[in-house]
């Protein structure tokens, strides 16, 4: 009879298992491998030569017992050899970077197109004397919605178009209400810009995402009027998309302004004459704006006559899809070089 | 909302083609998406209604029948025709040989199974009329041959897509439309559809109310004797250019009257009905299979139409299946009715289910436009069905009375910036239904909902006057414009990265793990706010590496946000970065930083298990280092900063030292000290040994080599003395020279190089 046939392969796997465990080092791991599952290993020996069945099956997952025991062995080894390898790769942490480099010499970097928008919108707005405000994102549904008049079955505050972090607390889906916490602030004059993230629950495409940029002004004042805002929006947009352009008013419905408008402003790209930007029509939609509702006054404790305002609101993706011609809102997340690095 | 134009104009006399008017609705009354012409894109005088003087079948051709049609020409002309529903003397509609139909084919006379066909016997699929194939038109036995089809038929249409707003429901409605385009182009108003044919009988109809808040008026027809069939020609195409799907004539005549007046309405088969009609809150657990098949188990919140024994539709939003209209019902009653808005809306959110009744519910439609819709249908059923109305209740509560507001006239002149004469507002407001009253203006029902106070009548106004409203500035007395200290800040740290080599980045606010979970996650990825920005730069980092990008070095300026027991989590501005080669890259940038605003900063070891134990950093404001090769592969160095701390930290103003006019004396120093010792701890230990003629320090250079022996490294120092008090001598430098020296071999062992 064959001597190898007689290999008890229970014995075969304790001896295995205990050489990868006492194995020190991968390259020490890597002879217990031959040894327990090489060529000529007793286990493979003894799988050429199986007669029955049983035998056959036991010798396999005596096999698969090993094979896994050395792979898990070979990571632990792996790590660990990596952590050793690290230990003595020490620096001094306090030496300039100089000293400790040096740092490579890199072309000059580049600022998101959504910021060079956010930065002309704010320097636009400052040279109107409007003071510039960031806000909270995480807000109280009594800022979100209640103090800017949305009505209890407005379905924006459905869990279904908002985020919520708990019942009363959600993410801003709008930027508004920074405006109502600087009204509670202080008294008018006020004339501010809010700018920042908001939050809708949008399904990830190429035209939406969950979360955008926005800039919306308010001006509360003495005497203001809705001739004021006109002025004051045509102003913004001249500066945005060039001197020539003309804004008209469309009536709309805003749960916080009465009157409301959209405003559109005259076609950049040709001039009124229609081409696809307008959609034909000469027209470009930019937003919302109208006259601040006399329910916030009250909301925050004033008179509903003691002042009048304004109010306008406008996204800065949008402001830089029609700045720079950039379809979709993929590219403003996906954080790609050879787009970020067009942005001089 | 869309809108056939022929159907606008029967209810507004207008001299003004679709251009004005959609100019005129665009800007004054709500978003047009657009004007689409539907129909024959051509000649309409090739169409024709046709006189059919023989009909046989094609020797050929067992399916196709063999024609004569008399068109209004001095011959008949044979048509090949696949249709059956007709013989000879049928009046039909004939398209003759160059006529284009809707879908673009242009007929010419030509050959079918060897006979000459000219022309075209339609269906009203080819004219776009319906989506019936299954037979031709048949025309109305009175019309003379060679009538133009377009007197006849909606031949061609011009559709308006409009967009109104959730406070318009009056919108929602052809009628409405048509009143908004009288008072914006000066048209004539024409009174409201409909009127009440003849009685037959006065049957009771079991009408009931039992949740008033619910339904506040409900009113029951019954119309007895109903022939179930299509609709005549010029309906289905009305419904079909609306974009509602033809289905019977009682349920079309429903839909209609929907559509022109803006009060949805249900038909229901009366043989079916099990006693009278009552709106009711459902019974918990109590099911409704609706007309879309769906069985529906009912909440005690939802409102339903129930007969004697079970509910058969939910209210305002669908029927049943059980008591539906169907072709061979005999005995109809008719619904109208007004339900409140918010039940309809959450029951229709809780069953998924929007139909065109529940979105003009949900807006509030005006309850008294509920007996004009009664009525209109009531005659077009008769008219088309050759019912019998044999039975009418109408039960309702109180309706809301209009209110009456006063509009002090000077209000909207300081509201818009352009003064209205008293007598044009007045003007605008009768136009659009507002009376003038003594007390004020009172709102016209269908505005109820909407127009509740001074402001809101002054938007009425508005909105007439919005292109003559004037360009202006406000007044000021106050200006506010400039950044805060901690947004100038932020623009200057961007700068710096800028100017570092690193490109801006956009990453989500939200993680897959973290302490502010959102209990209704976006996705598996985006489950909480995360709490540190520069794992958001991992991922970005590796795929513009991958795709081959050299230099990749991002960074991001954004929120973090903390949990810290209260309702709203801390919330801080950090900037994050990440770029390739490793530490020095981390290094240099934190630099910058702090330089650029004027902050010393110190660095201690530190480690964090997404660090490289080596070669990790910690500053007041954060920290800084080599990523952990187990995290990212390759070497990239990595960098994380509170910025509102470095807001705080950084001096608001320079800290200003006079220049000194005498030459400052500098002298390089190299001592060889143990590997353990950091820089920075001799550089401090120098700073305070100079004492105050030291001007300048800085390390310039490491060296490792067998001079300085195993465990140990020389490091070399800059020092630059002065003062302002006159030039320096060697024996001024020279004491505090060697104190220096002192200082360092007791503190830290270290040698002075020769």
């Known amino acids: 009879m064959d001597t190898v046939a007689r290999v008890d392969p229970d014995d075969l796997e304790k001896e295995a298992l205990a050489a990868a465990a006492e194995a020190r080092s991968l390259a020490a791991l890597s002879e217990v491998r031959i040894r327990a599952l090489g060529r000529n290993s007793a286990l493979k020996l003894a799988l050429r030569n199986v007669r029955d069945r049983e035998t056959g099956t036991k010798l396999n997952a005596v096999r698969e017992t090993v094979e896994a025991a050395l792979t898990a062995r070979e990571e632990e080894l792996a790590r660990a050899e990596l952590e050793e390898r690290l230990a003595t790769e020490r620096v001094d942490v306090t030496l300039p970077a100089a000293l400790v480099g040096p740092p490579k010499l890199r072309p000059r970097g580049t600022l998101h197109p959504s910021t060079l928008v956010r930065r002309d919108v704010e320097d636009i707005f400052l040279g109107l004397g409007y003071e510039i405000v960031d806000g909270r994102e995480v807000e109280t549904t009594r800022y979100n919605f209640d103090a800017l008049g949305f009505p209890d079955w407005h379905p924006a505050r459905s869990t279904r178009a908002s985020l919520f972090v708990d019942d009363d607390t959600m993410l801003r889906t709008e930027t508004s209400p920074a405006q109502i916490h600087k009204m509670e602030e202080r008294r008018p004059p006020i004339y501010m810009v809010s700018i920042g993230r908001v939050y809708r629950r949008d399904t990830i495409d190429a035209t939406h995402f969950p979360i955008f940029h926005q800039f919306e002004g308010l001006a509360i004042d003495e005497g203001i009027t809705l001739a004021d805002l006109k002025g004051t929006l045509r102003h913004v947009m001249r500066q945005l998309y060039g001197e020539e352009r003309e804004l008209r008013f469309r009536t709309h419905y805003f749960p916080f302004t009465e009157p409301s408008m959209e405003p559109d402003v005259s076609c950049f790209n040709c001039g009124g004459a229609g081409c696809h930007i307008c959609k034909h029509s000469g027209w470009i939609e930019m937003g919302g704006s109208g006259m601040v509702d006399p329910y916030l006054y009250e909301f925050v404790g004033w008179g509903a006559e003691e002042y009048s305002g304004f109010a306008f609101g406008m996204g800065i993706e949008r402001t830089a899809q029609l700045r720079y011609g950039i379809s979709g809102l993929r590219p403003f997340w996906e954080n790609d070089l050879r787009f970020l690095r067009q942005f001089r | 909302m869309r809108i056939p134009l022929s159907w606008l104009r029967e209810y507004v006399r207008v001299d003004a083609d679709a251009q004005e008017i959609v100019g005129a609705l665009s800007i004054s009354t709500a978003e047009v998406n657009g004007v689409q012409r539907v129909g024959v894109p051509g000649e309409l005088g090739l169409f024709r209604v046709g006189h059919v003087l023989e009909a046989e079948k094609h020797p050929d051709a067992d399916r196709l029948q063999l024609t004569s049609v008399d068109v209004g020409e001095d011959r008949p002309y044979s048509i090949v025709c696949g249709a059956w529903n007709f013989g000879a003397g049928a009046k039909v509609a004939v398209a003759l040989p160059g006529a284009t139909l809707p879908n673009g084919l242009t007929l010419e006379r030509r050959k079918l199974r060897g006979k000459v066909s000219e022309g075209m016997i339609l269906a009203e699929d080819e004219l776009d009329l319906g989506s019936d194939h299954s037979g031709i038109i048949v025309l109305d036995d009175g019309l003379d041959a060679g009538t133009p089809l377009a007197d006849v038929l909606p031949l061609v249409e011009e559709v308006l897509d409009l967009d109104p707003t959730g406070n318009r429901p009056d919108l929602f409605a052809v009628y409405g439309v048509a009143r908004e385009v009288a008072a914006l182009l000066g048209g004539e108003l024409l009174p409201l559809p409909g009127e009440e044919p003849k009685r037959d009988g006065d049957e009771p109809v079991g009408i009931g109310i039992d949740d008033p808040a619910g339904c506040l008026r409900f009113i029951g027809r019954l119309l007895r004797d109903v022939s179930i069939g299509e609709s005549p020609p010029w309906l289905k195409a009305r419904l079909r250019h609306s974009g509602v799907r033809a289905i019977s004539n009682v349920v079309d005549v429903t839909n209609y009257v929907m559509l022109t007046l803006g009060s949805p309405l249900h038909a229901y088969d009366h043989d079916l009905l099990r006693g009278g009609l009552v709106a009711r809150r459902a019974r918990e657990g109590e099911q409704v299979r609706t007309l879309d098949g769906v069985e529906r188990t009912l909440s005690a919140e939802d409102l339903v139409i129930a007969d004697g024994e079970r509910a058969v539709g939910l209210a305002g939003i669908m029927g049943g299946e059980e008591t539906e209209v169907s072709s061979s019902t005999a005995n109809v009653l008719l619904e109208a009715a007004n339900f409140e808005p918010v039940g309809i809306l959450r029951s229709s959110e809780r069953h998924a289910l929007r139909t065109e009744g529940s979105n003009r519910w949900e807006k509030g439609v005006d309850p008294h436009v509920a007996g004009p819709a009664a009525t209109y249908a009531t005659q077009l059923i008769v008219e088309l069905t050759g019912a019998r109305w044999t039975g009418a209740e109408d039960v309702q509560g109180e309706l809301p009375k209009p209110a009456v507001i006063r509009l002090r006239p000077e209000r909207v ?115 909480a706010l995360r709490a540190v920005l520069y794992a958001s730069l991992l991922e970005p980092a590796r795929r513009n590496a991958d795709s081959g990008a050299e230099d990749v070095a991002l960074f991001e300026v954004a929120r973090v946000y903390r949990d810290v027991g209260h309702q709203l989590p801390q919330e801080r501005w950090h900037v994050a970065g990440i770029a ?152 001024d430098v020279a004491p505090v020279r060697a104190s220096i020296v002192d200082a360092l071999a007791s503190r830290f062992g270290a040698v002075l190089r020769a």
């Open chain 2, 413 to 527: 002149g300081e509201v818009l910036g352009l003064e209205v004469p008293e007598n044009e507002q007045a003007e605008i407001l009768g136009r659009i239904g507002f009376e003038q009253l003594k007390k004020g203006f009172r709102v016209p029902t269908w505005r109820a909902r909407d127009v509740t106070r001074e402001i809101d009548v002054i938007e009425e106004v508005a909105r007439f006057k919005l292109p003559e409203i004037p360009f202006t500035l406000p007044r000021r007395e106050e200006m506010f414009g400039r950044l805060t200290r901690e947004q100038r800040l932020r623009r200057q740290v961007e700068d710096v990265l800028v100017g570092a080599g690193y490109a801006e980045a956009y990453t989500s606010t939200f993680v897959a793990e973290g302490d502010l979970r959102l209990p209704e996650p976006l996705s598996a990825e985006a489950a």
């Open chain 2, 580 to 731: 390739d080669g490793g530490f020095a890259e981390a290094k240099w940038a934190v630099e910058q930083i702090y330089s650029a605003l004027g902050l010393e900063s110190s660095y201690e070891r530190t480690s964090e298990p997404f660090l490289h134990p080596g070669k990790a950093a910690r500053t007041a404001e954060g920290w800084l280092g080599e990523l952990h090769p187990a995290l990212l592969d390759g070497a990239w160095g990595a960098f994380e900063l509170d910025l509102d701390a470095l807001a705080e930290a950084a001096p608001e103003v320079v800290g200003f030292e006079e220049v000194s006019p005498y030459p400052e004396v500098r002298q390089d120093l190299a001592f060889v000290v143990d590997e353990e010792v950091p820089a920075a701890d001799i550089l401090a230990s120098i700073r305070e040994a100079a004492g105050e003629l030291l001007r300048e320090l800085e390390v310039f250079d490491e060296y490792r080599g067998e001079q300085t022996g195993e465990g140990k490294r020389s490091l070399a120092f800059r020092l630059a003395f002065g003062s302002l008090e006159g030039t320096l001598r060697d024996e």
